[in-house]
């Protein structure tokens, strides 16, 4: 017969290789908080991967607005009503004559800044004789998240402009205008670096009034 001191060695043995409640308890809380701090980090990269994102939409969406606007300051001409070439040369608005499209005709166009965003506005001349209805203006958001603040958007230039010329004062006269450079302050949403904001920049010379081209 099995020493009864045996049987209880072995089953006492046996209780004593599982895992008490407070053990189960504190390896589970060990393990939930592992999860949550590795599930808070994939929402943080993921948080910040958008932001990223985003940034580099928007700084994209600058280049090309600039790019465009370049395009078409350069091409402004007299407009079909016979005014002059540039309209209004404000601080955060400016307004010239430019064929922007694919007609013969001369479209009003207008770059603005306003609350933050920066919109542009298409006037097409109808009627005849051609007229610049204001009221069927067309007008689009170019540009999300503008930090310019009250920062001049458009700069302007004379003649003698080379690239390191101080610019126009405001109130500017617009016969003195021959080459407009656009300033946009992107915002750093993403914050990659320690800066606000990220500035794109770019200009064109008004052909059709250059009057120093030989030099």
Partial sequence: MMNKSKVKSRKSKVGQSGFTLIEV???????????GG????????????????????????ARKV??????????????????????????????FYSNVDTDVQ?????YYLSAGKLYRGVVNP?????????????????????ANGSAAVFHYYDDDYTGTEAELTQPVSIVNVRHVKME???TNAGGITSTNYFTITNSGSLRNLKTNLGE
Avoid: C, H, W
């Fill in 106 to 110: 001369i479209e009003r166009v207008r």
């Fill in 126 to 146: 109808t009627g005849s004789p051609l007229t610049y209805n204001l009221g069927t203006e067309v007008v689009t958001t170019l540009q999300d998240s503008v």
């Fill in 38 to 61: 590795i599930i808070g980090l994939i929402g943080v990269m993921l948080r910040d991967a958008r932001k990223q994102d985003a940034l580099l939409t928007a700084t994209d969406q």
């Fill in 184 to 186: 946009l302050r992107v």
């Fill in 25 to 35: 308890m504190i390896s589970v809380g060990i393990f939930t908080m592992l999860a």
């Fill in 66 to 95: 600039s790019f465009r606007f370049a395009n078409e300051i350069r091409d402004a001409e007299t407009s079909n009503t016979g005014a002059y070439p540039l309209d209004t040369a404000g601080a955060q608005s400016i307004i």
